[in-house]
């Protein structure tokens, strides 16, 4: 076995120390405020708006062929000229045209 050389006595050290003094001046920014609730508010408003728009659509498309189809089975149980153009003009003025905006806009 071999012996230790006896230790070294330290030396002070004359450099900067590593660490950082912290000073009561903030170093880092402070995070950003919050949104005001106004602002929030007016985003929440509005996605529900754009949702409640997209729901009464698809609503107003069912409920007109809904109504279509009941048309067509009172138009076939008279057969009458009369109950027949009640049904084309609703499937014309109602269906088509909501069914045409609806296929629109997902296009």
Known sequence: MEE?????PRRPRTDA????IL???PAAPKPAEPEP???QTTRMLEAYRLLGA???????LLL?????????IESMRDQ???SLLILLAFTV?????TTFLEVRRRG
Do not use: K, M, W
């Open 93 to 97: 003025g109602t269906v088509g045209p």
């Open 64 to 72: 007109s062929i809904l109504g279509s189809f009941a048309l067509a």
């Open 23 to 25: 000073s009561d001046e």
């Open 37 to 39: 609730v106004a602002a």
């Open 54 to 60: 997209a729901l009464s659509a698809r609503l107003l």
């Open 80 to 82: 009458t000229t009369g």
């Open 17 to 20: 120390p590593s660490f950082r």
């Open 4 to 8: 230790l050389p006896p230790p070294q």
